[in-house]
């Protein structure tokens, strides 16, 4: 009978030993390789809330953001903006379950997507979306992931906000000079019923080494870096 040898460790810290920094056999993985988390913010009705429905998170609650990836729960989340795009997104409705179902260039190519994969039109939205490409640090303002955030429909507003206050706050600056906390805040729609948004404030200007972090991950992003 062979014997079962423990020779891994299942904390989710990376051991001292394993910090070389060399990343060895990652070599050919690059930023179209990964898949990016999306923070999104829990609404009342959200799936995350039910018990019942498969994208149920524990601990769940209206006005909490979320990562799509892992689950994570957080009350608010600092990051620094590094890029933003401007997309015609597919939404599943949130009464059949929701789902992200892509990006467009032009409302008619994402009309187009959905008639080539034999999806009804009427049950998915199509909305103008402002695409935040941004870092997500730790608590301790230590970079921690990259994360994209899709604002539409009453989120677009925000987005326009956002975009003016970095260009007012690092004028003559890159956009990523600038670190800001994500948070929500309840809104009342056209039908008078309550919804969140999005809340950002500026935090801060990064230091030296948190703008080197920003940079590269933005090299990273748009395929520059290493050219």
Known sequence: MSKSIVAFSKDNNVP????TGSSLGNENVTADNLKIPRLDLIQQLSPQCIKSNPKYIEGAETGLIFDNLTNELYENVFVVNLMFE???S???KRSLGGGFEGNFETEEAARQHLESKGLELAQYDISKTGVHKCLMLDDKGVPKQPVLLYMNGSKLP???????LIRLKGEGTDRFAT???LSSQEAVNKQNQPY???KVDFAGFVNEDLYKAAKDTYLSLTGQRGQ
Do not use: I, M
């Not at 925000?158 to 003016?164: A, I």
């Open 16 to 19: 001292a030993h394993l910090r």
């Open 86 to 88: 401007e997309h015609f």
């Open 90 to 92: 597919v939404f599943k």
């Open 158 to 164: 925000v987005s326009d906000q956002w975009n003016t």
């Open 179 to 181: 670190a800001w906390v």
């Open 196 to 198: 969140q948004n999005w």
